[in-house]
């Protein structure tokens, strides 16, 4: 939080910091604080940022101060304020922060994606509509349709560009900014900045602001992380060994596939654990409530899939597992994100098997840490630094020389260098762990 920044010396409406008081949002983020005075002189923008970090009020409020202020009225199916963003979950949070930051003024939002019937929505954006948060497919389908008209946009948000990029949705964002109106305020919203990012800000922004409060290598500095490798054939034990031994609620584990993830939350549940996935493949209902156990608590463990869980925003969750280390080094940093939510710790875990060294190497280039290996669990393999890399991104050197004397044996990780989370080893606890415990900086001191 920004302490001495307060949403009244930013001038938003009274009601908006009514409803932000209601809420208990004493001071803004980083984000918040950095971005609305932009956005309420007009100006476009690159906001650097991931969720967790406050984005949604950073651009929700102004919207709402801005459109609060003038006189027009809804109009029916034309939206004077549209969000993309990629995911169902994403749209329906987005949503709700609208509905819990403008419940004092008299603006319409509603909400559309995908793999739900369309009639509601119609409905909905026919009563007249202000705000329209939505993905992509769907938006574009209704416009075709001729139930939903563009023309009267003034603010149009672009949020989590590069997983709108990673979900091969970059044909579909470049039809919706085709049919937007001039002028407009745009704004950009991503984790990280590639290339296609800067392409599509190009097309999309005039003369913009930049703003980056959190550099993708920076989100994880309050997480600790750690690495175990370990053989294909016993990650499952080793989950089970994690779960048991972490003692926290709400646990996050990641597989790469739809399939894995329903064999491995099967697999939990056969175990007494109460867990559930949360997969493209579930319908929108069965995910909802899968999510929702998760909220209460009476799931404890929910296997979730890169996109299905893009977003999601549960407070409390105490360990990320990476069963699958992803091979998109990005997906980690907002994989662990899901954890040290709203300034808490966090603990992030990550399985590597032989195979996938090439993505872990990958990743720590990325976030520019070393992972602390955790060589103390009952499935531990020596990490052999003479062992070809061979998967990965990127070509080139496939061997771990990202940093420099990374070649150490597990058990000097356990001497000098291993960390972990809450989960590890009793045994590693008993013996003092913290003496062991480094800070991902730490990890990459002294070799
Ligand atoms: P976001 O990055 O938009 O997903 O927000 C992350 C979490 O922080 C959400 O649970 C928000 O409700 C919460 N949040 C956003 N802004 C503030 C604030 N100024 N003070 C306290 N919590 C906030």
Redesign the pocket.
């Known amino acids: 939080?920004t302490e001495t920044i307060t949403f009244a010396s930013l001038n938003l409406a009274e009601p908006i910091q009514r409803a932000?008081a209601a809420?208990?949002?004493?001071?803004?983020?980083p984000i918040?604080a950095g971005v609305i005075p932009h956005l309420l002189e007009g100006r476009d923008l690159i906001g650097c940022a991931?969720?967790?970090?406050?984005?949604?009020?950073a651009f929700a409020l102004p919207i709402l101060h801005r459109l609060a202020a003038s006189s027009r009225r809804s109009g029916r199916a034309r939206p004077r304020a549209l969000i993309l963003t990629p995911t169902r979950e994403l749209a329906s949070?987005i949503s709700d922060?609208f509905a819990a930051y403008g419940r004092h003024l008299d603006l319409r939002h509603c909400v559309i994606f995908g793999g739900v019937g369309q009639n509601p929505q119609v409905r909905a954006l026919q009563a007249g509509i202000d705000i329209l948060v939505a993905t992509p497919g769907r938006l574009l389908d209704l416009m075709q349709q001729g139930q939903l008209s563009l023309d009267s946009v003034e603010v149009f948000v672009l949020d989590e560009a590069d997983r709108m990029l990673d979900m091969g949705f970059a044909p579909d964002v470049k039809r919706v900014i085709a049919k937007l109106p001039s002028p407009r305020q745009s704004l950009l919203f991503s984790a990280t900045m590639p290339a296609p990012i800067r392409e599509i800000a190009g097309r999309l922004l005039t003369n913009p602001v930049e703003i980056n409060v959190a550099p993708v290598s920076s989100t994880a500095d309050r997480i600790e992380q750690t690495v175990c490798h370990v053989a294909k054939a016993d990650k499952g034990r080793l989950l089970l060994h994690v779960l048991t031994e972490h003692q926290g609620d709400r646990v996050l584990v990641f597989s790469r596939t739809k399939h894995g993830a329903n064999k491995l939350a099967k697999g939990l549940v056969l175990k007494g654990i109460r867990a559930e996935a949360i997969h493209g493949n579930k319908s929108q209902g069965a995910r909802e409530r899968a999510l929702d156990g998760f909220r209460r608590g009476s799931v404890r463990v929910l296997v979730a899939t890169d996109i299905a869980a893009r977003?999601i925003?549960v407070?409390g969750v105490s360990l990320v597992v990476n069963h699958d280390i992803p091979n998109e080094p990005e997906s980690y940093v907002h994989r662990i994100g899901r954890t040290a939510?709203?300034g808490a710790d966090g603990h992030a875990v990550a399985f590597c098997e032989p195979d996938e060294r090439g993505y872990l190497r990958d990743i720590e280039k990325l976030i520019r840490q070393q992972i602390p290996m955790d060589a103390d669990h009952p499935f531990a393999i020596p990490f052999d630094p003479a062992l070809p890399v061979t998967s990965g991104r990127g070509g080139g050197d496939r061997r771990p020389g990202g940093f420099r004397g990374r070649a150490q044996s597990p058990a000097a990780a356990v001497d000098g260098r291993g960390s972990s989370a809450r989960g590890r080893s009793s045994s590693a606890r008993r013996r003092g762990g913290n003496a062991r415990r480094r800070g991902p900086s730490g990890a990459s001191r002294g070799r």
């Not at 991931?50 to 009020?57: R, V």
């Open positions: 939080m932000l809420k208990n949002y004493l001071h803004p983020t918040q991931q969720t967790g970090t406050g984005k949604t009020a949070q922060n977003g925003d407070k939510r709203a």
